[in-house]
């Protein structure tokens, strides 16, 4: 059979990511004194993983360009921020200007401009730059199974509607975006989360999950690589291949 070696050199191109794959890598906050726990990236990591992105001859897209049907580069990476902390501003936005890089904040409206959160005027002047989409992680950051578990389904539901509708409006009067992608708080998410979601208005919604966002993915649970301080040399490069967290090879 003379087409059994050719099927077998057409599965062995299919076994790796595919083309469309995209890693999305999610960070919380950063430190010049170096990394304080699990979702605190020191800026010396920070900067050496985006001059492994660019030396890699991976290209940064923008976040919506995975959902708006845009052809992507062929190693095409994206970068999220959640939480609005002001290190995002101090430490992270610096280096992304340096390369060029865009990135997503998915920011809780009603936290920012208090304490070690961003201001209005931070993220108005990173959005200039053209770089930065602000974009909605509901209103309050609430675990949703706990509030769930607390309320009545319709007293749950009332909720909902307001986490997920109340931080888009602001946003989009604050700072004239779309707000229309979602990031879950924890990455909790399930069918009726997403569905609500959907009615809100998102045309997207980011989880966590370690694995790479591919073409077929649920657009509403997109997975994204959560990224540690340990995430250097072979480590990020395998975030950066799409190679599933916790995957031999
Ligand atoms: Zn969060």
Redesign the pocket.
């Given at each position: 059979m003379r087409l059994i070696p050719a099927l077998l050199i057409l599965l062995a191109f299919a076994v790796p990511a595919r083309a469309e794959d995209v890693s999305v890598l999610a960070y919380?906050r950063f430190n010049p004194a170096g990394s304080t726990g699990a979702t605190t990236v020191s800026t010396r990591v920070f900067a050496a993983q985006m001059d492994r992105i660019a030396e890699s001859g991976f290209t940064v897209v923008p976040l919506r360009a995975l959902l708006d049907g845009s052809v992507l580069p062929p190693h095409a990476v994206a970068i999220t921020a959640?939480?609005g902390h002001r290190s995002v501003y101090t430490e992270m936005f610096p280096i992304l200007r340096r390369h060029g890089f865009a990135a997503t904040l998915?920011l809780n409206p009603p936290g920012l401009d208090h304490g070690s959160y961003l201001r209005w005027a931070e993220i108005a002047e990173m959005q200039a730059s053209g770089l930065i989409d602000p974009e909605p992680?509901t209103t309050s950051?609430l675990n949703f199974n706990t509030e769930r578990a607390r309320r009545t389904p319709e007293a749950f539901a009332a909720l909902l509607r307001h986490e997920l509708a109340d931080p888009r409006a602001i946003l989009a009067s604050r700072l004239g975006t779309r707000a229309d992608i979602l990031?879950w708080?924890?990455g909790i998410h399930d069918d009726a989360l997403e569905a609500a979601a959907r009615e809100a208005g998102y045309i997207a919604a980011f989880a966590l999950g370690g694995r790479a966002a591919s073409a077929g993915a649920p657009a509403f649970a997109v997975p994204r690589y959560q990224v540690y301080e340990t995430d250097v040399g072979v480590r990020f490069d395998r975030v950066l291949a799409g190679i599933p967290r916790g995957q031999a090879k």
């Amino acid at each position: 059979m003379r087409l059994i070696p050719a099927l077998l050199i057409l599965l062995a191109f299919a076994v790796p990511a595919r083309a469309e794959d995209v890693s999305v890598l999610a960070y919380h906050r950063f430190n010049p004194a170096g990394s304080t726990g699990a979702t605190t990236v020191s800026t010396r990591v920070f900067a050496a993983q985006m001059d492994r992105i660019a030396e890699s001859g991976f290209t940064v897209v923008p976040l919506r360009a995975l959902l708006d049907g845009s052809v992507l580069p062929p190693h095409a990476v994206a970068i999220t921020a959640d939480d609005g902390h002001r290190s995002v501003y101090t430490e992270m936005f610096p280096i992304l200007r340096r390369h060029g890089f865009a990135a997503t904040l998915f920011l809780n409206p009603p936290g920012l401009d208090h304490g070690s959160y961003l201001r209005w005027a931070e993220i108005a002047e990173m959005q200039a730059s053209g770089l930065i989409d602000p974009e909605p992680h509901t209103t309050s950051h609430l675990n949703f199974n706990t509030e769930r578990a607390r309320r009545t389904p319709e007293a749950f539901a009332a909720l909902l509607r307001h986490e997920l509708a109340d931080p888009r409006a602001i946003l989009a009067s604050r700072l004239g975006t779309r707000a229309d992608i979602l990031a879950w708080p924890f990455g909790i998410h399930d069918d009726a989360l997403e569905a609500a979601a959907r009615e809100a208005g998102y045309i997207a919604a980011f989880a966590l999950g370690g694995r790479a966002a591919s073409a077929g993915a649920p657009a509403f649970a997109v997975p994204r690589y959560q990224v540690y301080e340990t995430d250097v040399g072979v480590r990020f490069d395998r975030v950066l291949a799409g190679i599933p967290r916790g995957q031999a090879k």
